[in-house]
């Protein structure tokens, strides 16, 4: 009875350490984002700050992210898109260790009337993605 019970402890322990680590590098790597007329430098900004639905023509756009578990030095892709034609691609490096903020910027005179779609990739598979209407 002993041994069965160490057993058992033994399977149920392998089977949640297996559970575990199935979720490893599973893991969305942003916790907030904002893309806005104006950038935000500091995770507090972006989680107070209010998503526009819109943003304006001839204006700059920034989307300001902030990443968690990511070690310094990782690279994140943005990637805009003018009414589904891609703009522009921008890869940024975290500059902190495991959180941190990264400010992507869409100069002014790529800002122009139509549907502005900003997403942010890592190694092909999409963190995040927000459409909003260029005025």
């Known amino acids: ?5 160490n057993f058992s402890a033994f ?3 392998a089977a949640l350490l297996m559970m575990l680590m199935t979720g490893c590098g599973q893991q969305n790597t942003v916790e907030s984002f ?3 007329n104006s950038p935000f430098e500091e995770k507090a900004d972006i989680e107070d700050a209010t998503q526009p639905e819109k943003v304006f023509e001839n204006e700059p756009v920034y989307a ?3 990443f968690i578990e ?4 990782m690279e994140y892709t943005a990637n805009w ?3 589904g034609t891609e703009i522009k691609t921008d890869v940024q490096e975290t500059t902190t260790d495991m959180a941190g ?12 009337v139509g549907t502005l779609k900003f997403e942010i990739t890592y190694n092909d598979d ?6 909003l209407i260029v005025e």
């Open 101 to 112: 903020v990264i400010v992507y910027s869409l100069e002014a005179d790529q800002v122009a």
């Open 11 to 13: 399977l149920l322990i």
């Open 34 to 36: 904002v893309v806005s």
């Open 70 to 73: 990511s070690p310094k030095g």
């Open 81 to 83: 898109y003018l009414d």
């Open 64 to 66: 300001s992210v902030y």
């Open 1 to 5: 009875m002993k041994v069965f019970k």
């Open 126 to 131: 999409i963190l995040c993605s927000l459409e």
